[in-house]
């Protein structure tokens, strides 16, 4: 039975395997062999891309202002992410400081919270430096005092200039203002090198760097040490960036500053309208011309320019525009 039914369509069955056979092949080259032709294409362009693109790599040390420095490091640490070879040390040494080493061709970018000034843009030019500032972000200096200090509800910029000021006379917070307790006031300040320090006396003393030098005042190079200064002396009062004061709010107490106009404390809405005038200012990146051209100094500078403005509000800071940061972008390249 199996033979009879085998044999009768025995040749019909063969020329069915043998077209079936044709149109497979056919098929397969035109179906399977082409999706394989695409795929052998499109891992040969990647091996091609991975094959001619260099993994970054090397070292990107950064210095100067210990306010940017939260910003800065963020950024770092995602792009150190991504890019695993590449090392980037970021020191706090203060603007000046930063500056120094940027002209000294130690460091390929310096950390800024204030423009450079004209006697240092002189150095680099002196030795050769030519460099790109970049605008990042906007700050805002934060006048504080003691959370246990219940009477001063603002101050005005004359009677900041009047504990700041050099040769000041004020010992007592009566001394500020009448009706206050006689009380001898504790004063902090950033050290000299800070460009907050630069910011602030320019904008109150009318002169950067004009600042009292005496026993009432004392100066560090470390912020959190002011922080610390303020929060544990209740005739305190010292001054700093908007994003340190946000780390530690639960134990300083903000001062509004009436600048004649109004009376203001930052925020980021008052910060980005400029309102909380004279103590907003601009944070900077200065980044050495010759070192930009290292693939990996390029490439951070375009990345922190890409993700600035969603990692700025998250430290503090008030971010550009999406458009500022294309024309930051534009600028380096050019």
């Not at 039914?5 to 077209?19: E, F, Y």
């Not at 600035?308 to 800071?317: I, N, P, Q, R, Y």
Request: hydrophobic share 35%.
């Amino acid at each position: 039975m199996f033979k009879k039914r085998g044999r009768k369509p025995a040749g019909i069955l063969v020329l069915v395997l043998m077209l079936s056979t044709l149109l497979a092949a056919c098929g397969g080259g035109t179906t399977s062999g082409g999706a394989s032709g695409e795929n052998t294409d499109n891992g040969s362009a990647q091996q091609n891309e991975g094959s001619t693109t260099t993994a970054l790599s090397g070292t990107i040390e950064i210095d100067g202002s210990s306010t940017l420095h939260p910003l800065t490091e963020a950024i770092a640490e995602e792009f150190g992410a991504a890019n695993p070879d590449v090392r980037i040390p970021i020191g706090t040494g203060g603007t000046g400081g930063g500056f120094k080493r940027f002209n000294n061709g130690e460091i390929p970018i310096s950390n800024a919270s204030r423009p450079i000034k004209d006697s240092e843009a002189e150095e680099a030019k002196s030795k050769g430096i030519t460099y790109h500032e970049v605008l990042v972000a906007y700050d805002g200096l934060s006048v504080v005092v003691n959370p246990s200090n219940e009477f001063v509800d603002k101050l005005t910029v004359d009677e900041l200039k009047k504990i700041y000021e050099p040769n000041s006379t004020v010992k007592t917070w009566a001394d500020v203002r009448e009706g206050w307790p006689a009380e001898e006031i504790k004063i902090y300040s950033p050290g000299t090198d800070h460009g907050t320090f630069d910011y602030f006396t320019e904008a109150i003393n009318g002169e950067a760097q004009a600042s009292r030098n005496d026993s009432q005042i004392t100066f560090s190079a470390d912020t959190n040490a002011v922080v610390q200064g303020v929060a544990g002396d209740k005739n305190s009062i010292g001054y700093f960036g908007f994003s340190f004061y946000e780390e530690n709010q639960d134990k300083l107490k903000l001062v509004p500053i009436d600048n004649g106009t109004a009376t203001v404390a930052p925020s980021m809405e008052t910060i980005k309208d400029n309102s909380y005038a004279p103590l907003s200012r601009p944070l900077l990146l200065y980044v050495n011309d010759k070192e930009l051209e290292r693939p990996e100094v390029n490439a951070f500078m375009n990345f922190y320019l890409d993700n600035a403005a969603s990692l700025a509000g998250e430290v503090g800071f008030v971010p550009l525009q999406d458009e500022q940061y294309q024309e930051e972008k534009d600028k380096l390249a050019k």
